[in-house]
């Protein structure tokens, strides 16, 4: 069984593996954060095995019994006043392995006003994407391990533009529960256009990710370490805003190093009693905090905060994310128990 998990394990990093971040494949929005608890840990957590059904949406893995009849609707007030949201419910129809969990993201881009190439206004027109999604979780006999997987059906209307497209995420996790380890390998957005804008075919925002959590011991905090966008090596560019110059004009631009490159994949999050009706979230992404740095300006970006609590049946979840002086994200949830 073990050799049979090495496999897996391994064929799912050998995967083919191109480079895709922003600006680089289409529907972006299947890479944004999924829930407050989610952005409030930094942006990517793939380790949590608990209530929270949402993780289904990220990890498929971490779909359990501990979801069943639970409903999440989550909202987010984006930037430049784009809006999106999402939505999961899991049910359990076998009390030992079987675990159904379907999903949906939705991101609207707002309205904007249309002009022709004489300037002449060709009235208003709007953007939006959606991906329903269809997951299963499933814990191998005998076994510390779990495997999931999602079948996602993703639209795209832009303007007169639009495109619909397929993919799955497949997933292994690891648990040690004398240990309180949890450790998660996530391939996302496997899959193709099925429909294109305009007769060009583009790339999938495919990423793998690592995620690594451990509540400590006689303390009430479990920490997690994701390493986002292992698809891609190098992933820091240099910024020209950040070139230096010298009294003779010499311009040096910015240098990306190794160690640079190591923080740009890590993202680190904490929560304070995890397991109680009350829970503070701490996260930061070092990706985001580097790239939206403002050069001789404190602002503060990567770094994200966030409070769960449980109300009788139902949990409400906030975070606030920093991304810099000028546009931050609110993340509101409302997780409802149907039992």
């Given at each position: 069984?073990?050799?049979?998990i090495t496999?897996?394990i391994?064929?799912m ?20 954060v ?10 990517k ?41 999402t ?5 359990t129809w076998?009390r ?26 060709t ?5 939006n ?7 299963y979780?499933y ?24 495109s ?15 240990l309180?380890?949890?450790a ?8 193709t ?14 990423e ?13 905090i ?7 966008n292992?698809?891609?090596?190098p992933?820091g560019v240099?910024n020209?805003a ?24 890590t ?11 009350f829970?503070?979230r ?19 970006s ?9 109300l ?5 979840s906030?975070?606030?994310a ?14 409802i128990?149907?039992?």
């Amino acid at each position: 069984m073990l050799k049979r998990i090495t496999a897996l394990i391994c064929a799912m990093f050998t995967l083919p593996m191109f480079a895709q971040l922003g600006g680089e494949s289409t529907y972006q929005f299947l890479n944004l954060v999924s829930s407050p608890r989610q952005a409030a840990l930094g942006g990517k957590v793939l380790t949590n095995f608990d209530y929270d059904v949402v993780g289904g949406l990220f990890n498929p893995a971490a779909i359990n019994v501990e979801m069943d009849n639970q409903l999440a609707l989550n909202y987010a007030s984006y930037l430049g006043g784009i809006s999106y949201g999402t939505a999961a419910y899991a049910y359990t129809w076998d009390r030992h392995v079987n675990t159904l969990h379907v999903g949906m993201s939705y991101i609207n881009y707002g309205t904007f006003d249309g002009y022709d190439v004489n300037g002449v206004s060709t009235g208003t027109f709007t953007g939006n994407e959606a991906a329903l999604s269809f997951g299963y979780g499933y814990k191998i006999p005998y076994s510390d391990f779990y495997l999931g997987a999602n079948v996602k059906f993703i639209t795209s209307q832009l303007e007169q533009y639009n495109s619909l497209g397929g993919a799955v995420d497949l997933a292994a996790m690891y648990i040690n529960e004398k240990l309180e380890f949890h450790a998660a390998l996530v391939v996302r957005n496997l899959g193709t256009q099925f429909t294109t804008y305009a007769g060009t075919p583009e790339k999938l925002p495919m990423e793998v990710d690592l995620g690594l959590s451990q509540t400590l011991q006689n303390v009430p905090i479990r920490w997690h370490v994701t390493f986002e966008n292992l698809q891609k090596w190098p992933i820091g560019v240099s910024n020209p805003a950040r070139a230096t110059t010298d009294l003779d004009g010499n311009q040096t631009q910015e240098k990306v190093g190794f160690f640079n490159e190591v923080l740009r994949h890590t993202i680190l999050g904490a929560e304070l009693f995890p397991d109680r009706g009350f829970s503070l979230r701490l996260g930061y992404n070092f990706r985001r905090a580097e790239e939206l740095r403002i050069v001789d300006q404190r602002n503060f970006s990567g770094l994200s905060f966030g409070v769960g609590f449980k109300l009788n049946k139902m949990r409400f979840s906030y975070s606030h994310a920093r991304y810099n002086s000028a546009s931050n994200t609110n993340f509101f949830g409302l997780q409802i128990d149907l039992r």
